[in-house]
C-alpha cells in the first residue's frame, strides 16, 4: 500500500454471466482526495462504486480500506458497509418513517450506539444543510433536493471514512442540483474522502483532485481536472468531451 492510501482497488474484475463491466481495475484514493468518475452509460462507472461499498462481488481481484482487505463476500463486510458511506440516485429513504427516524435507524439498530448521541450528531448534521426544520416530516413531503441532502446526513450518520456518491442529481431538476452539490463542496472542503460518479461536469472540474475516465470496463484516463478537460490523453475522452460541449450548446439555445 502506498503511503497515505486510504481506498485501493488492485485488479478489479467484474461480469455479469458474458459480459464483462469491470476489466482489470487498478485505482488508489488517498486520504482526504475527492476522484470523479466519469465515462459513458454502462462503462461499469456505477458496478466499480457498488463493488467498492460491497454491494456488488467482484469475479476477481482486492480491495482494500487502510490496508486491511475488505473484498465483498469476506467476514469484514459489514464492517466495510459502516466505513464505506454510498449515496444512490434514488434515495432509498424508508417511506414510512419520518426524517429523524431514516437517520437514525442504523446507527442505533447496526452500530449500536445511543440513541440521544445519535439524534444530537442527526440535529447538528440536518441543520448543516438546512433542514432542521424537516426532521419530522416524511420522504413524500420533501422535494427531491430535500431527500437527496437527506440521504447525504443518513450516510454521515454512519460516520463513514469514505463517501461514494452515484450520480446523486441525476433526477433532480436543475434548480435542486445546486443546493445538493453545496452540500458535496463543504464535505470536500472539510477534508471527506470521496468517489463520484456524476454527469455535472462544471461540478466535476470544480471538486475533484483527480478525473478518472472509464471506458469499457477499463481506467483510460487518470488526470488532474485542469489536464482532463484541457488536454486529455485519448481521442477517447475528448470524443466525450466534445459530445457533453455539444449537448450543452443546444440546451443552451
Not at 482526495?33 to 461499469?44: F, I, N, R, T
Not at 461499498?53 to 466495510?80: C, M, Q, Y
Request: proline fraction near 4%; aromatic fraction near 6%; hydrophobic fraction near 40%.
Amino acid at each position: 500500500m502506498q503511503e497515505n492510501v486510504q481506498l485501493q482497488v488492485s485488479g478489479l474484475k467484474k461480469q455479469f454471466g458474458a459480459e464483462t463491466v469491470l476489466d482489470g481495475i487498478d485505482l488508489s484514493v488517498h486520504k482526504g482526495e475527492v476522484v470523479v468518475v466519469l465515462g459513458p452509460s454502462g462503462c461499469g462507472k456505477s458496478t466499480l462504486l457498488r463493488c467498492m461499498n460491497g454491494l456488488e462481488t467482484p469475479t476477481a481481484g482486492t480491495i482494500f480500506l487502510d490496508g486491511e482487505e475488505v473484498t465483498s463476500g469476506g467476514k469484514l463486510i459489514t464492517r466495510l458497509r459502516q466505513k464505506i458511506g454510498m449515496v444512490f440516485q434514488s434515495y432509498d429513504l424508508f417511506p414510512h418513517k419520518n426524517i429523524m427516524d431514516n437517520i437514525t435507524l442504523a446507527p442505533v439498530k447496526v452500530q449500536k450506539r445511543p440513541k440521544k448521541e445519535v439524534e444530537e450528531q442527526a440535529e447538528r448534521l440536518l441543520k448543516r444543510v438546512g433542514l432542521w426544520e424537516k426532521k419530522k416530516a416524511y420522504p413524500r413531503e420533501l422535494s427531491g433536493g430535500q431527500k437527496q441532502r437527506v440521504a447525504i446526513v443518513r450516510a454521515l450518520c454512519m460516520n463513514p471514512e469514505v463517501m461514494l456518491f452515484d450520480e446523486i442529481t441525476a433526477a433532480l431538476d436543475p434548480e435542486m442540483v445546486r443546493e445538493v452539490l453545496d452540500v458535496m463542496l463543504e464535505l470536500a472542503e472539510q477534508g471527506m474522502t470521496m468517489v463520484i460518479v456524476t454527469h455535472e461536469m462544471q461540478f466535476a472540474r470544480a471538486i475533484a483532485d483527480r478525473i478518472i475516465f472509464l471506458d469499457h470496463g477499463h481506467i483510460i484516463e487518470d488526470l488532474d481536472p485542469e489536464s482532463f478537460f484541457t488536454n486529455p490523453n485519448t481521442q477517447r475522452a475528448r470524443d466525450f468531451l466534445q459530445t457533453f460541449a455539444y449537448e450543452k450548446r443546444r440546451t443552451n439555445e
